[in-house]
């Protein structure tokens, strides 16, 4: 995938907030289409971001809300206060065959292995995920008609989409780190987007 230039950026702020915390990121294990609830301290950090949210938006009028289908993600939208829809390019990296394993773990059969650098047998690969990325930022394009925009996803696929936004590879996403229940701002210049805010909490 080359890094093509994104599409034409919306006029408001494009909020990404990633889930809290679940019983598998409190240990670093690879959560793709497994459906995880969140941790009492994931709640939390989800109402808080939702407090955090509300202080950076002020009075500006109701966002698009635009959320990953995974149980995860669902909740902590509710629990911080967002309504929306479900837009299935928003669910997280497909792990395939290491689905709820640690890197330390999986580093025992191949070494040096990351998610950006090397395959994910029987899962996705970077460039699969970036084009999900893309379809995201081209719905937010089009559909946010001078609004804010909320994205409710996951720590790998948000750090794709910021990558592809600003008109990066899909692997680029290993640049940005992101917490659970962070909240990103992208926004645009004259245009040009830009990050304008990583990882709030």
């Given at each position: 995938?080359?890094?093509?230039?994104?599409?034409?950026?919306?006029?408001?702020?494009?909020?990404?907030?990633?889930?809290?915390?679940?019983?598998?990121?409190?240990?670093?294990?690879h959560t793709g289409v497994t459906d995880l609830s969140l941790t009492t301290r994931g709640r939390d950090e989800a109402r808080r971001a939702g407090e955090l949210l509300a202080r950076l938006r002020g009075d500006a009028?109701?966002?698009?809300?635009?959320?990953?289908?995974?149980?995860?993600?669902?909740?902590?939208?509710?629990?911080?206060?967002?309504?929306?829809?479900?837009?299935?390019?928003?669910?997280?990296?497909?792990?395939?065959?290491?689905?709820?394993?640690?890197?330390?773990?999986?580093?025992?059969?191949?070494?040096?292995?990351?998610?950006?650098?090397?395959?994910?047998?029987?899962?996705?690969?970077?460039?699969?995920?970036?084009?999900?990325?893309?379809?995201?930022?081209?719905?937010?394009?089009?559909?946010?008609?001078?609004?804010?925009?909320?994205?409710?996803?996951?720590?790998?696929?948000?750090?794709?989409?910021?990558?592809?936004?600003?008109?990066?590879?899909?692997?680029?996403?290993?640049?940005?780190?992101?917490?659970?229940?962070?909240?990103?701002?992208?926004?645009?210049?004259?245009?040009?987007?830009?990050?304008?805010?990583?990882?709030?909490?």
């Amino acid at each position: 995938m080359t890094a093509e230039k994104p599409p034409e950026w919306p006029a408001g702020a494009v909020y990404l907030l990633r889930h809290g915390e679940t019983e598998w990121s409190a240990t670093g294990r690879h959560t793709g289409v497994t459906d995880l609830s969140l941790t009492t301290r994931g709640r939390d950090e989800a109402r808080r971001a939702g407090e955090l949210l509300a202080r950076l938006r002020g009075d500006a009028p109701p966002p698009l809300v635009l959320t990953s289908p995974r149980a995860r993600a669902r909740q902590t939208a509710e629990l911080a206060g967002l309504t929306g829809e479900v837009v299935h390019e928003l669910a997280e990296w497909d792990y395939g065959d290491y689905e709820g394993r640690t890197t330390p773990e999986i580093r025992e059969q191949v070494p040096d292995w990351t998610i950006w650098s090397r395959p994910t047998p029987n899962g996705e690969t970077s460039a699969e995920v970036g084009r999900r990325a893309d379809a995201v930022l081209t719905t937010v394009s089009t559909r946010s008609a001078g609004r804010d925009v909320v994205l409710v996803s996951h720590g790998h696929l948000l750090r794709v989409l910021i990558a592809r936004a600003l008109g990066l590879q899909p692997d680029q996403g290993v640049r940005f780190a992101l917490q659970t229940a962070a909240i990103t701002v992208l926004g645009a210049e004259r245009g040009v987007p830009q990050l304008r805010s990583l990882n709030l909490r």
